[in-house]
């Protein structure tokens, strides 16, 4: 079994910035692609960020420029930079891993517990 265990959240003054860490454990697993998403009250969730295992990147075109997605393979970590946060970025984050079980040979995709940013106008 793997397991994402997210850290970094919190409360934050608008223009602030945070960095969040996600690391995956447990079980064996080869990860292809990582990245945020995030939840705010009464939304869908949405993807903030996604690295694939070669670096590439994307971002939510509300987010780019300020927010930079990095992963250490590793240490199967992916992190989040966000800096000059918005009270509209106030949302639970979690962490998305996907890649094959070496053991099985069969598609996972992990979600971490999530973590609440919070951004005070």
């Known amino acids: 079994q793997v397991q994402l265990v997210e850290s970094g959240g919190g409360l934050v003054q608008s223009g602030g910035s945070l960095r969040l860490s996600c690391a995956a454990s447990?079980?064996?697993?080869?990860?292809?692609?990582m990245g945020w998403y995030r939840q705010a009250p009464g939304k869908q969730r949405e993807l903030v960020a996604g690295?694939?295992?070669?670096?590439?990147?994307n971002y939510a075109d509300s987010v780019k420029g300020r927010f930079t997605i990095s992963r250490d393979n590793g240490k199967k970590t992916v992190y989040l930079q966000m800096n000059s946060l918005k009270p509209e970025d106030t949302a639970v984050y979690y962490c998305?891993?996907?890649?094959?079980?070496?053991?099985?040979?069969?598609?996972?995709?992990?979600w971490g517990q999530g973590t609440l940013v919070t951004v005070s106008s």
């Open positions: 447990g079980s064996p697993f080869h990860i292809s692609d």
């Open positions: 998305n891993a996907r890649g094959v079980a070496i053991m099985s040979d069969k598609f996972l995709e992990v």
């Open positions: 690295v694939t295992n070669t670096g590439s990147t």
